[in-house]
Each structure stands twice: as structure tokens, then as C-alpha cells.
């Protein structure tokens, strides 16, 4: 059975960093897109970045020269590198991939992890 844990959220300082990990464990043939997604208390889940499997990236105006997406395949693990926080950066925060399991395309979501940027 195919699962993400992510790890890496925590309380920082506006102006912070962290880095949210998330991996897939299981039996992967391989990772396809990898998203990041965060939800703020009463707000909408919301897309922050993307990877796909040929390298292209897309990110939210909000994140775009702070966040940086990224993935290392050999562990079949993503990474959101977030610098100069900011207190509206705090919310949970959610990996998404599209793994290739048993031949079949599937959408797997992590069980998300809290950051907290305090100002």
C-alpha cells in the first residue's frame, strides 16, 4: 500500500526557513507530478508549487523567489524549500503525487504538515 509522509513544518520566525519533505513509500515504479498545496484556516486549499516529470515547475505568485520545489527520485521523495517567510505563509501544508503503482496512474495526497511563521 502506497503512502506519503511529509515532515519538516514547525513555528519560525518571519524571515525563516524550512524545508517540507514528503515521501512515498511502497511499491512505486515512479513519481509523475509532485504538488504542493496549503490551507490557512477558512480559506480554500490552494496550489502553491509544482514539479513535473519532465522538470517543469510552476509556482504561485505569492511563493515565487522563496519557494523552491524539488525531488529527489532515487528515494521517491519531494521537497518544498521555503525561505523569507512570511506570517500569511502560515497554514498546513499538503503534497500531492501522481505515482505509477502496478502500472496505473494514481493520485496519493500526504496527511499534511503545520507551518507557523510568527511575525
Known amino acids: 500500500q502506497v503512502q506519503l509522509v511529509e515532515s519538516g513544518g514547525g513555528l519560525v520566525q518571519a524571515g525563516g526557513s524550512l524545508n517540507l519533505s514528503c515521501t512515498a513509500s511502497?511499491?512505486?515504479?515512479?513519481?509523475?507530478?509532485m504538488t504542493w498545496y496549503r490551507q490557512a484556516p477558512g480559506e480554500q486549499r490552494a496550489m502553491v508549487a509544482r514539479?513535473?516529470?519532465?522538470?517543469?515547475?510552476n509556482y504561485a505568485d505569492s511563493v515565487k523567489g522563496r519557494f523552491t520545489i524539488s525531488r529527489d527520485n532515487s528515494k521517491n521523495t519531494g521537497f518544498l524549500q521555503m525561505n523569507s517567510l512570511k506570517p500569511e505563509d502560515t497554514a498546513v501544508y499538503y503534497c500531492?503525487?501522481?505515482?505509477?503503482?502496478?502500472?496505473?496512474?494514481?493520485?496519493?495526497w500526504g496527511q499534511g504538515t503545520q507551518v507557523t511563521v510568527s511575525s
Open positions: 514539479l513535473t516529470s519532465g522538470g517543469s515547475t
Open positions: 511502497g511499491s512505486i515504479f515512479s513519481i509523475n507530478t
Open positions: 500531492k503525487m501522481i505515482l505509477t503503482v502496478s502500472g496505473i496512474d494514481r493520485m496519493y
